[in-house]
């Protein structure tokens, strides 16, 4: 009984070791046709430094038995290596093991999704599946399948910004092409009257004396005259029209006063003085300079005397309480006393080197020339070595002006020398931190060194309304991944490399071909147009562009050849006599 036992309970686990088999079998069998897999893209692509290796695979029914046990592992195969990703488990119903299970009685879906770092070795690269299946519990067993490739990979368009196109911020001169200089001087007149007394205190006063003898020295240095001016004004509290006409008799004595002032220098200088003639103008009453006088002087009671005076809607009523105030108060004829008087104001254009002798100095011998001419200088070149060189002769002339510091490096990365640049750019920001200049400068040099985080923190620190930083902060938005961003940011560019990138990238392949159909062009621009080409599958748009584009630049041949945006076109006989 026991040995009859034993056969049957033999018997049943063959039987079973059969069926199971059988299942596994079946299964690798028809994995071809009943489980199949589709990549989110094909080929990958590089976004903001990360590749999205995202697969969805589907299982038919009455596909996967009860008991097994399937592993998918995605591997990215690259030039020099491979990079193994997650493997995902499925599982039968009546298994126990960790995993996603799958139940035979239904089609399902599972997902096989990897965000992985970019690195260069995976531009000409593979997505594979590797899957083995078998039993729970007899992994040692297990059937190995093929090798199933699933996307290829990696298209690094993306990150192929122009950093030439980063905008560079110059701390502008305080030079002034035409500066007018002006001297002022008065004479003054009694009461009511309209002659000159140069018997009147305020005549003789030392520093009048002075002043009219500091224009009389102002006249004498001959430069070109702007213009001469003779003002009179009555002081305020006669009547209107007398006063009118009293400013305007003063006026006629200031002309002639001045006319002699002119008179008597020509006679000590020897020469005739090229003057033009004098604008005279009778001012009337002096009420502001009044008001003015009043509410600076130390009288107790100004301010209940300037509402009283402010009240009075009437000339003629205001001028009669200024009046009645000069019987009550002593110190209000003092302040009126200044104000009847003819004013000379001659104003002077100040001699200046022209630009092309500023332009000579600037290099030939720098010491000649002032901080605010040296930094003009460097405006009058278009020739980057020798705005360089002014820069740096500012720099060894004045130590502490941040302006010839930040100017330089702004220079130096316009040549590409973003080293160097950082040099003087950190200088600079030592001597005025923070400044919204410096900070756009520093932030295009931490993008050449590929420290975006950096860069993208420093120019919104220097986005302001003297820095427009939203070129610079577009460009970082690209190569950070950020495409809806980007085109915020770069909406106000036309004609622009990097806005077309930023088209393309949004699927908008027309407007970013129009956008580079008006852009300098150069090879970056033509490899660009021969990608939209390969997109659109327009292979003269593709093999003109790529023909010019590696004709400019040679290095491009290599790019194209493992390009991935080229990959359908990569075994068509022009394109392989275009790249070798």
């Known amino acids: 009984m026991k040995s009859i036992n034993f056969k049957l309970l033999a018997l049943l686990l063959l039987t079973a070791t059969i069926f199971s088999g059988c299942a596994i079998n079946r299964m690798v069998k028809n994995y071809d046709e009943q ?7 094909n080929p990958l692509e590089n976004h903001g430094g990360k590749v999205a290796a995202n697969v969805k695979g589907t299982i038919s029914e009455k596909y996967f038995a009860r008991k097994a046990i399937m592993e998918v592992t ?6 020099n290596g491979e990079t193994e990703l997650p493997t995902v488990t499925l599982r039968g119903t009546k298994t126990t093991s960790p995993g996603t299970m799958v139940d035979r009685n239904t089609a399902s879906s599972f997902d096989l999704n990897n965000i992985i770092d970019f690195k260069p070795e995976m531009l000409a690269s593979e997505l594979v599946l590797r899957t083995k299946i078998y039993k729970e519990g007899r992994e040692d067993r297990a059937r190995i399948l093929p090798e199933e490739k699933i996307a290829d990979g990696t298209i690094n368009t993306a990150s192929r910004i122009d950093k030439g196109e980063f905008s560079v911020a110059y701390l502008a001169d305080q030079y002034e092409k035409e500066t007018i200089v002006s001297e002022k001087a008065s004479i003054f007149f ?48 006669g009547e209107v029209a007398y006063n009118e006409e ?48 009043l509410n600076a ?38 302040l009126l006393a200044p104000l009847r008087r003819a004013e000379f104001v001659v104003s002077l254009f100040e001699p200046k080197k022209t630009d092309a002798e500023m332009a000579m100095l600037a290099t030939s011998n720098p010491s000649e020339l002032t901080i605010e001419e040296l930094l003009y200088a460097a405006t009058l070149t278009d020739d980057l070595n020798t705005k360089l060189a002014i820069y740096k002769a500012g720099q060894r002339l004045f130590p502490n002006e941040v302006r010839f510091f930040n100017n330089a490096g702004a220079v130096l990365l316009e040549m590409g020398d973003y080293n160097a640049a950082a040099t003087d750019l950190e200088k600079a920001n030592q001597l005025a931190p923070g400044n919204v200049y410096i900070q756009n400068n520093l932030g295009v ?3 050449y060194k590929e420290d975006y985080d950096n860069a993208l923190r420093l120019f919104n620190a220097a986005n302001s309304p003297d820095v427009n930083t939203s070129t610079n902060l577009g460009i970082i938005n690209i190569i950070q991944g950020d495409y809806q961003a980007a085109s915020t940011s770069l909406a106000t560019n036309t004609c622009t490399y990097n806005l077309a990138m930023a088209q393309l990238i949004a699927g908008n392949q027309q407007a970013a071909l129009n956008t580079l159909n008006c852009t300098p062009e150069s090879p970056q621009v033509l490899y660009l147009k021969a990608i939209i080409g390969a997109r659109r599958n327009d292979t003269n ?12 630049e040679p290095g491009y041949k290599d790019i194209a050849k493992k390009d991935r945006e080229f990959i359908r076109f990569f075994n068509q006989a022009e394109f392989q006599e275009i790249v070798n």
């Not at 002659?195 to 520093?207: F, G, H, K, T, V």
């Not at 748009?541 to 400019?552: M, P, V």
Request: hydrophobic letters at 40%; proline letters at 4%; a neutral charge.
């Open 35 to 41: 489980v199949n897999y589709t990549p989110a893209t």
């Open 74 to 79: 995605p591997v990215l195969i690259h030039e």
């Open 190 to 237: 009694d009461y009511m009257r309209h002659n000159l007394n140069n018997r009147l205190a305020l005549n003789r006063d030392p520093d009048n004396q002075a002043k009219i003898n500091a224009l009389s020295d102002f006249i004498k240095r001959g430069w070109q005259f702007k213009s001469i001016e003779v003002n009179a004004w009555a002081s305020p509290e």
């Open 246 to 293: 009293l400013a305007g008799k003063r006026a006629q004595t200031g002309d002639k006063y001045l006319a002699d002032l002119f008179t008597k220098i020509e006679k000590e200088l020897g020469t005739t003085i090229d003057r033009g003639a004098f604008a005279v103008n009778a001012k009337g009453e002096d009420f502001d300079g009044f008001m003015a006088a």
């Open 297 to 334: 002087s130390n009288l107790p009671d100004k301010q209940a005397i300037a509402n009283v005076i402010n009240a009075q809607v009437a000339p003629a009523e205001r001028e009669r309480r200024i009046k009645d105030m000069t019987l009550i108060y002593n110190e209000i004829e003092k």
């Open 445 to 447: 040099v931490a993008a």
């Open 541 to 552: 748009l593709l093999y003109d562009n790529l023909r010019k584009a590696i004709a400019a």
